[in-house]
């Protein structure tokens, strides 16, 4: 029975796979996040990772504030750079590999298809550099390694978009969302289902993307919201990018290419408009 060690528990990624772990028993899991287990020192997880017998880290653990990041660089490095570097040897020592969940802003989002694994990466953020960094080391310190990048990532669990679209739609008369952003949105629940997939297969080392199918703008990604949960008295209107200032700049487009982990590991990956009316239907469902 292989020893999984997955960091970062309490966070939206975190707690999906921990949500999820009862189907997969064919594994012992080791949820840990900081109070457990800093990633940020190298001796704790070198000694944790022994002593627990670690096959597999999923890192699920990051510095996410994207517009902090710009005025955090170093912190953003330890934990999105060096952190998941150290996890990555320790685990390669005993023979292991590691998953590193990144993310879509290794790319500054001026291309107009979607951007596949081997396109060149030019990050615009401190966030960005620091994930691809972290990719870069993960892969040089444990060559079996699995990078798996998303974008727009939510759930029931933390702060995230689509809680609070909701939140705001039921305060307020009226809201600008921005339309000249789009991507893909990511139901965290979805991805932790990716990332059993590939423990239950192993890995096929290399870089993968991984987001719900289709695309759309955050505008139109608020108004289905609004529509799913029957939020009628909020008029949602559209802003350009730069009536929305912010530290640091959003790619205007994050559409990634999932063919590489569709073919090689035989994913069916749900449309975002079915994975939000489950997740919508969730937080509707503990509030009542």
Known sequence: MKNILITGCNGQLGNEMQVLAGRYTQFTYFFTDVAELDITDEDAVTAYIEANRIDCVVNCAAFTAVDKAETSEELCDR?????????????????????QVSTDYVFDGTQYRPYREEDPTCPATVYGRTKRAGEERVLAACPQSVVIRTAWLYSTYGNNFVKTMLRLGREKDALGVIFDQVGTPTYARDLAVAIFTILDKGPVAGIYHFSNEGVISWYDFTKAIHRIAGITSCRVRPLHTEEYPVPAPRPHYSVLDKTRIK?????????????????IRLLESARV
């Open 79 to 99: 934990l999105n750079h060096r952190a998941p570097g150290s996890l990555a040897a320790a685990v390669s020592r005993r023979g292991g590999w590691m998953i």
């Open 263 to 279: 073919e090689t590991y035989g994913m069916e990956i749900p449309y975002w408009e079915e994975s939000l009316a489950e997740c």
